[in-house]
């Protein structure tokens, strides 16, 4: 129970490895806040983690990029549980394209809910934090905020952009005793983004068929086989522990090696 009694919010925990993050937390005794611009789903899946494993977890429709409202909420949460000891960091959009006819408005939608919008709520999470003189932010990256992607030059800019963000805040922040990291995974073949619209959209870009792109993605990797939520989850749990008490600005790879080749 490494995490007992801890407030955590995690964004985009809705679905997908959002919800993983919120499940690995509250096994180990976190009560939970998922906010997600799908309201609905955030409410569904807190009600299901609460279930299973006794906690406090709480649905909230939270739309990342809006300042005040992130604000507000962020507020809300510290009248309700005293503090906010975790941010994650882990709403995220992908657009796929090639640049020579990317639409600019989708280029910049892109930008704005993957970089702006962990700027927001990093923004209120130090508010708080450095007021409370402690507390932790891990941003969920992606190792596509290291080394170019091809047909996918919103999300790698966005992802990039991300790792400055946390480097300069962890700078910020240190003196108040707040950490900021950020993970950077290999591809989730079998979750919701892949599975939902991303197999498709490479196929189309790329003029192959979806069992190619995943034979394709699979290959990139050194150890052969796709990032799995848990692998990133329990690296995430390790940041935001006082096991990391040391890390901070750091970006870390969950990769099984890909970011090598
Ligand atoms: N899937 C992968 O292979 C992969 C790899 C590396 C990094 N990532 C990152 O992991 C994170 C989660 O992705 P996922 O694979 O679970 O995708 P997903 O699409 O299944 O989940 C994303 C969640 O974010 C929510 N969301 C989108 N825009 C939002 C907004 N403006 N405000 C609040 N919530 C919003 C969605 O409603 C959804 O619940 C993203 O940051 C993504 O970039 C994913």
Known sequence: MKFENKTVLVTGGAQGLGEAISNAFAEEGANVIIADINGDGAKATAAKVAETYGVKAEGIAM????????????????????KLDILVSN???LKSGEITDFDVNVWRAVIEVNLIGYMVCAKHACRIMKEQK???????????GKKGSFKNSAYAASKFGGIGLTQSLAL???EYGVRVNSVCPGNLLDGTLWKGSLFEQYAKNQGKT????????INQVP????????????????LASD??????GQAINVTGGQEMR
Not at 134 to 144: A, F, T
Not at 210 to 217: A, D, F, P, S
């Open 223 to 238: 150890m052969k086989r796709p990032c799995l939520y848990k692998d990133v989850t329990d690296v995430i749990k390790f």
């Open 210 to 217: 979806v069992e190619e792109i995943r034979e394709k993605y």
């Open 134 to 144: 402690s507390g932790c932010i891990v941003q969920v990256n992606s190792k596509s």
């Open 172 to 174: 910020e922040m240190a």
């Open 91 to 93: 709403a995220g959009i």
């Open 63 to 82: 739309n990342v990029t809006d300042d005040a409202g992130v604000g507000a909420a962020m507020d809300e949460i510290v009248k309700k549980y005293g």
């Open 243 to 248: 096991e990391a008490s040391y890390m901070t």
